[in-house]
C-alpha cells in the first residue's frame, strides 16, 4: 500500500510540473474534456470502487483544492470526512477478543468426533476421560459442544446398530439361499438352487433343476450338511425368501442342527440382499454372455464361474479380497520387475491374472 501510494503522489507531483508548462487555453479545454467525461461516468457507475491509495491521494488533493471547487470530486465531503473517521478508528482499535473460553485446538475438534463414531457406546464422560489418558484436558461440556456441532447424537441414540452393523457382527454365523433361474437355448428354464456363506462370501452351487419340487429342494440341503461336516457348527441363521419351494421339510433339515431360519419381509429383495447382488454378478459377468444348452452346461459353466468368484474374484465388502485369501500380498516394489500372467476361464469369457514367477 505505501509504494503504490508514493507511486500516486509522484505521478500527481509530475502531472503538475507538466501542467505549469502548457498554455492556458490548452489547459482550460482539457479541463472541459474531463468534467464530460466524469459527468459521463457518474451517469454510468453507481459507486466506484477506489483503493486506499485512491483515497489517500483525493483526500490530499481535497486540502489544496478552494472548498468552493469540491463538488468536482465525485465523492462528497462527507465521504472524505468518513475516510478519516476509519483511519483514525482503524489506528487505535485493538484486535478484539472472543469472550469466553478459547477454543479448542484443530486436533481435538477431529478426535472427538472421531472416537464417538468409532464408539457409539461412548458418551461425553466417557471420551473425556479417554482424551485424559492421551495427555488431553478438556472439559465434558467442551467434548458435547463439539459433538453436537458435528451433528453427532448422545451415546444412547448412537448405541442403537444398524442393519448393516448387525450383518457384519453376525456375518459369521449367517448363510443366506435363493433360487437363480436360467432359459435355456430351447427356452427351458432351469432353477438353480445356490448358497453363500454371508462372512467370506463363498457361494456353493446345490443343484439345478426345471422342476423345484419341495422334496427335491429339502434333499439338496441334506446334502449340503453333509458336505459342511461339522463345519455346519458355525452357522447360527439362514435367511430365505417366502417362495413356495421352501417347505416345512427343508426349514427342519436346519433347525435339527441349531440353525434358525429367517424369512424376508413379502416383496422385499434387499432383506437378502447378499444372495440377489451374486444374482446380479454372475448376470452380468457370466450368463447375460453367453448361450445355455441344457442344465448339464449350466452346471459345468456355473462350477468354473463359481471357482473364479471364490478363489480369484475380488469382492468389495471384503476389502477387495476373494473369498479363500485372508490377507492381501505385499504390495509390490519395484513395477520393473512385476510380469502379470493372464489364465483364461470359461473360454477367454472371463480372466485372471497373477504374476510370472
Keep these: 500500500m505505501i509504494l503504490s501510494f508514493g507511486y500516486l503522489v509522484l505521478r500527481q507531483v509530475l502531472h503538475l510540473v507538466i501542467l505549469g508548462l502548457r498554455g492556458e487555453r490548452s489547459k482550460e479545454i482539457e479541463i472541459l474534456v474531463l468534467r464530460h467525461q466524469v459527468a459521463v461516468l457518474r451517469c454510468q457507475v453507481h459507486r466506484p470502487d477506489l483503493a486506499a491509495a485512491d483515497r489517500a491521494v483525493l483526500a490530499a488533493l481535497s486540502r489544496l483544492l478552494p472548498r468552493r471547487q469540491w463538488p468536482t470530486f465525485f465523492v462528497t465531503p462527507a465521504t472524505l470526512l468518513r475516510w478519516h473517521r476509519n483511519l483514525i478508528a482503524r489506528k487505535w482499535t485493538y484486535p478484539r477478543q472472543r469472550p469466553g473460553r478459547p477454543q479448542a485446538r484443530a486436533e481435538l475438534r477431529t478426535l472427538v468426533p472421531r472416537l464417538a463414531q468409532e464408539n457409539p457406546t461412548w458418551g461425553c464422560r466417557r471420551i473425556q476421560g479417554e482424551l485424559a489418558e492421551l495427555g488431553y484436558r478438556i472439559a465434558a461440556s467442551t467434548v458435547w459442544a463439539i459433538l453436537t456441532k458435528a451433528g453427532i447424537d448422545p451415546a444412547p441414540r448412537r448405541a442403537v446398530p444398524t442393519w448393516t452393523q448387525l450383518l457384519t457382527t453376525q456375518a459369521k454365523g449367517i448363510l443366506a439361499c435363493d433360487f437363480l433361474h436360467v432359459d435355456t437355448i430351447g427356452l427351458t428354464r432351469i432353477y438353480v438352487l445356490f448358497l453363500m456363506e454371508i462372512e467370506t462370501r463363498r457361494v456353493r452351487i446345490l443343484g439345478a433343476t426345471t422342476n423345484p419340487t419341495g422334496a427335491w429342494v429339502a434333499q439338496q440341503a441334506r446334502n449340503l450338511l453333509m458336505e459342511l461336516g461339522e463345519r455346519v457348527e458355525r452357522f447360527r441363521f439362514l435367511i430365505r425368501d417366502r ?54 452346461h449350466l452346471l459345468t459353466t456355473l462350477g468354473q464361474y463359481v471357482a473364479h468368484d471364490n478363489e480369484h474374484r475380488p469382492h468389495q465388502g471384503r476389502d477387495q479380497r476373494p473369498p479363500a485369501l485372508e490377507t492381501l500380498p505385499a504390495p509390490v516394489t519395484d513395477l520393473t520387475t512385476v510380469r502379470a500372467r493372464r489364465r483364461k476361464v470359461l473360454n477367454g469369457l472371463i480372466n485372471e491374472y497373477s504374476q510370472a514367477a
Design 243 to 296: 417362495d413356495a419351494k421352501y417347505t416345512a421339510m427343508f426349514d427342519q433339515v436346519f433347525t435339527a442342527e441349531g440353525i434358525k431360519i429367517i424369512r424376508t419381509p413379502p416383496q422385499a429383495p434387499r432383506a437378502n440382499a447378499y444372495a440377489e447382488r451374486w444374482v446380479r454378478t454372475v448376470r452380468r459377468e457370466c450368463l447375460d454372455r453367453m448361450l445355455i444348452y441344457n442344465a448339464r
